[in-house]
């Protein structure tokens, strides 16, 4: 497969960085968004073509500096992965609306502002990946205390699916992954004493898999990858 320039959100840790460690391995250049990006020092020194920036995608400002990168060092993207994610656990009736604010921020408000400002740069063939939940899902089961997270989720779905309308005659394609449980840290978090058959390193394949190459066969649509409830 020929090497492709990547960005990916939310990977110091769980399904994000396991998903770049899978791109990496393939050869492809991968630019990964976080908060701390101290995770990457390490593999930085296995992989020459790993790049990071330690910043917080809610923040406009901030955002600015995947801009200049992709200028300097790219000038064209192949593959955006939104991966971050908040999840909050939290009854309803104490659920603020800085909360649902909150939530919907790193879900869907920063999703949408950084694929704006990477529209210039994304090409004929070019792939924008959400990773969304079951949650989000019209029809699967919901889980009480989810109120902010799994509506946000749902949100993301629909905003692919506009923007795989808007974009499809520039041959960008927009598609989502709604994910099942995964052992991650964020889980164990939000869920103490859960366990989930799914592995971060499991659930990280995929990702890059379908990253690559899932915009051959999809466009628009919405993939439901579980193999549980949730």
């Known amino acids: 497969m020929a090497q492709k320039r990547i960005i990916i959100t939310g990977c110091s840790r769980g399904i994000g960085r396991e998903t770049v460690i899978n791109l990496l391995r393939g050869e492809h250049e991968v630019l990964a968004l976080s908060r701390s990006h101290a995770s990457f020092d390490e593999l930085k020194t296995e992989y020459d073509k790993l790049f990071s920036l330690e910043l917080d995608i809610t923040k406009k400002e901030e955002l600015e500096e995947v801009v200049k990168f992709v200028e300097r060092q790219w000038g064209t993207v192949d593959v955006l992965i939104h991966n971050a994610g908040m999840l909050l656990n939290k009854p309803f009736g104490t659920t603020s609306l800085e909360d649902m604010l909150s939530v919907y921020q790193v879900n869907v408000f920063s999703v949408a502002e950084l694929t704006r400002r990477m529209i210039p740069y994304l090409v004929n063939g070019s792939h924008v990946v959400a990773i969304s939940s079951m949650g989000g899902i019209q029809g699967s089961m919901k889980f009480p205390g989810l109120a902010a997270y799994s509506s ?51 659930m990280g394949a995929y990702v890059a898999n379908f990253a690559l190459s899932g915009n051959e066969l999809f466009n628009g649509k919405v993939l439901q990858v579980s193999n549980s409830t949730p």
């Open 152 to 202: 946000s989720k749902g949100a993301l779905i629909t905003l692919m699916e506009l923007l795989a309308e808007e974009y499809k005659e520039a041959g960008i394609a927009f598609n989502t992954l709604a994910l099942g449980a995964v052992q991650t840290e964020m889980l164990a978090e939000a869920f103490p004493g859960y366990m989930a058959s799914i592995t971060p390193s499991n």
